[in-house]
């Protein structure tokens, strides 16, 4: 069971990350060719354990006072917000 959660879990935040806002500025951090690649992917891994950390102490403190279903339900509504909020930020643009 925990190697199913591991693997759900791995899957879901990797492909979450491809092509988000943290990848493109890591790559873009990268690109520049005076600093160490090593230190910025150091500094980037540190920086997704740190909030991937809070991420997990913060879901073991709500689900105390909020069911799991209902965490479930708001993270749903929350990534339909953000991608109509985007979706209409690049319509606006393109019209300009």
Known sequence: ?????????LTTVFLAELGDKT???TMTF???GQVSRWTVFA??????VAASGIGVLAGAWLTR???PRHLT????????AIGAWTLY????????
């Open 43 to 48: 500094a980037a891994s540190v920086a997704l």
């Open 89 to 96: 930020g690049a319509l606006r643009a393109e019209a300009a």
């Open 23 to 25: 990848q493109l500025a």
């Open 73 to 80: 339900l708001a993270a749903g509504v929350a990534f339909i």
């Open 65 to 67: 006072y909020v069911s």
């Open 1 to 9: 069971m925990q190697w199913q959660v591991f693997m759900t879990v």
């Open 30 to 32: 990268a690109a520049n």
